[in-house]
DNA sequence: CCAGTCTCGGAGAGCGCTCTCTGAGAGCGC
DNA sequence: GCGCTCTCAGAGAGCGCTCTCCGAGACTGG
């Protein structure tokens, strides 16, 4: 303040100083008190509050090896990521959940493998105590780095490798997509609809893999023109859709892959003059707040809770991290973490 | 990889012994290699790359007091920050900067005043050598717990508070809001309108004060009528355009403070049966992508290159840290750094 | 050929903190 | 009243790294 050059700041050994104590029981005032007569407490915490003490978090990691920071990777490009609305439910669950736990939250961003090595430092240089991993792709890239760099992960969304590839480790918090998507066709078959045809996401991504499959478990025998790729846009879904009535223009009932493409699709839909839901019904994918009620109309579709995903993620990382913390029971296998798929609901609203 | 139990990380000092020199060669190459002869650099990355070796960065920062890391703080809900194109756009330039720099970009949320206790002991604990602040109000708590914390600072917008309060050294870059909407309404009134409104954004953002100040600057008679307060929203865009049709069915000019507030009154516009620009011409400001050129009719705006914004920021904090860690010339004064205004400029489509 | 200069590598002192280990004093039982 | 345990505070050894000396050797000029 009264220094342009920033006056030092007050070390542990000031605050013992001023207090007339060692710098260990300082030490142990500052974590707590735990071990100290209640005036001894007193006088370092008048003596940290006067000064304006705030420990070095760099030396408290280096003896410690912890952080008390969380990373939050998006493997995302900046557009996609602030964009999305996925994320921003997921992260703002992250944040609740790590914030509850006295967690700072470093969001990390990555436009691709450009910076691998750069994250892969920051990672592996003991930044963070762990990492959540936020991508859609959910490729083995990133993970690798982490676990290269010895950070414990929790990824978001299955991982695109085989539990071969990715190892037992690997945990992930996911959403039923393949039951979910079975609820969404058969509600669509229920209805009386026997052309259904599906938008899918990318198929680099399990997620869209994984709704297909649900996908096919209702319907097997759906001819390959009823199912097209998309991209979880709107304009993917439209183009989508275009291609699908093109094909089969007498087909009565799309699944889209995701609300956001449901959109782009009942867009197409209104513009060739086909009425939701009587020509054609429509259910999406995700229940995206200010997208699935807002279309016109709204839409049915299945609801996952990506909020509470974001909330799981950072249980079960925290979790595992006080395990691997743990002085280890001796050999006594800790109760085992595992991966969460979290179920899905059917919302039914006007268009299906 | 072999052990469960994270195998310890090799040490410069493992390396040192690997490669058959001290500990301080061994930094030297690690840190660039200067002074150090050719074969031994070679020696010394060898054992580097065998062993896997990344330096502890708790432990360089402890000695170096730097951590090539930058914060950027918004302190605006998570739901916000993920919508808004603004910050996306902010951001990546900010990325981009810092990337090319070699600094790690570290996103902090911060819930508002909840969380100020945490984030205060982030920013103190010297995780990161400086911070940006991304928050439209850019009110004063943050600035002055970065302040506190002996962090260099430089905010987005500039800040809410007179120049008195945050002192000469608050370093912000901002577009030259009151010119640009200098120029959105003289470009109204040369296409002739005589009632031109205007639709602020929240007074409490300088920002919006400034743009304000720039409408008043041109058009200093008018009647209060013609100003209504919105909130950066579409819908605040259309409430207030409904407020103006009722107070003053007669205008035939609009300037609001945002594209996005200018298209939920360009909604409302076409509600009432009244074209654009034919009746009404609407002007907006930002030119934010997606926004400016989807409304129906294209809008005219006032364009500010937020991207750049974000980058400017980034280099004057990098610039600001250089000359802090700079053992100073003596007392030579450093190049003094300023703040920085970016320029606008008019964008004509078809709305005006 | 020797003093002087320059280059390069090593020794070692911390950075600020935590945590174990030790010892001092208090409290207890017999 | 003596030895025991138990509580609590201090001493001190690092955590892994950087960086300032210093000294050893190579090289130059006279």
Known sequence: ????????????????????????????????????????????RQAVDELGYIPNQAARTLVTRRNDAIAVIVAEPETRV?????????????????????????????????????????????????????????????????????????????????????????????CDNRGGARDAVRHLAGLGRRRIAHITGPLDQPASVDRLDGFRDVLPDTPAELIVEGDFTPDGGARAM?????????????????????SGALRVLRERGRRVPEDVAVVGFDDMVSVAEWTDPPLTTVRQDIEEMGRLMARLLLRSLAHATAPGSGDLQPPLLSSIVTPTRLVVRASA
């Open 82 to 174: 602030f964009t999305d609305p996925f994320f921003a439910q997921q992260v703002r669950g992250i944040s609740r959940e790590l914030t509850g736990h006295d967690n700072q939250l470093v969001l990390l961003l990555s436009d691709g493998a450009s910076d691998d090595g750069r994250l892969g430092r920051y990672l592996a240089g003991g930044h963070v105590d762990g990492a959540l991993i936020l991508s859609l792709h959910a490729d083995d890239s990133l993970t690798g780095l982490a676990r290269g760099a010895g950070v414990p992960v929790v990824i978001g969304g299955r991982p695109t490798w085989s539990e071969e590839h990715t190892g037992r480790g690997t945990l992930y918090v996911d």
């Open 242 to 262: 275009r291609l699908l009535l093109e094909r089969s223009p007498d087909l009565d009932g799309v699944f889209a892959a995701s609300d956001v493409m449901a």
């Open 1 to 44: 303040m009264s220094d342009p050059v920033s006056a030092p700041r007050p070390t542990l050994e000031a605050v013992a100083a001023r207090a007339g104590v060692s710098r260990a029981t300082a030490s142990r005032v500052v974590n707590g008190g735990a071990g100290v007569r209640g005036p001894l407490v007193e006088r370092v």
